[in-house]
């Protein structure tokens, strides 16, 4: 559909409504163009409200089937020690790394549970992989 501006506060851009935010809706659309840019408007809101509440429930349930009352809550978080070049045991940077980085996780967002680290420690291991890849390097566990 072409581009067609009938007035300076109203454009339709593909069929789609864009009013200017300065004039009320109501002054600038009247009857059917008035009827058809709400409807879309509460269309495009309801598909974003369902796509939220969807995603939402699908995690929650997501969340529920990973949290079995069988297994004890943890996170691995990795080996905490390495040998050094020197042969004596050294903190593992990744690990501390991890550590560090769930700890800004938990600081920026409290209600994280353990399924929300393990999901991020996820691609933690990616982002480890992609790098030891590129740098043709082993990955130490």
Known sequence: MQTTITTEADVQLDGHCVPSRDVPL????S???????????????????WCIWSGTVHSFLGHIRLQSPKETPRVDFGSA?????????VPRPST???????????AKYPWIDFVDR????????????????????????
Not at 98 to 106: A, P, V, W
């Open 26 to 29: 109501y002054k600038q659309l």
């Open 31 to 49: 009857g059917w163009r008035l009827a058809k840019c709400l409807l879309r408007r509460m269309v495009w809101r309801l598909s974003n409200i």
């Open 81 to 89: 020690l390495m040998l050094g070049p020197d042969g004596l045991l």
């Open 96 to 106: 501390c790394a991890r550590i560090d980085s769930i700890g800004k996780l938990e």
């Open 118 to 141: 393990r999901i991020f420690l996820e691609g933690f291991d990616a982002g480890e992989q992609l790098g030891h890849s590129i740098q043709g390097t082993e990955i130490e566990r």
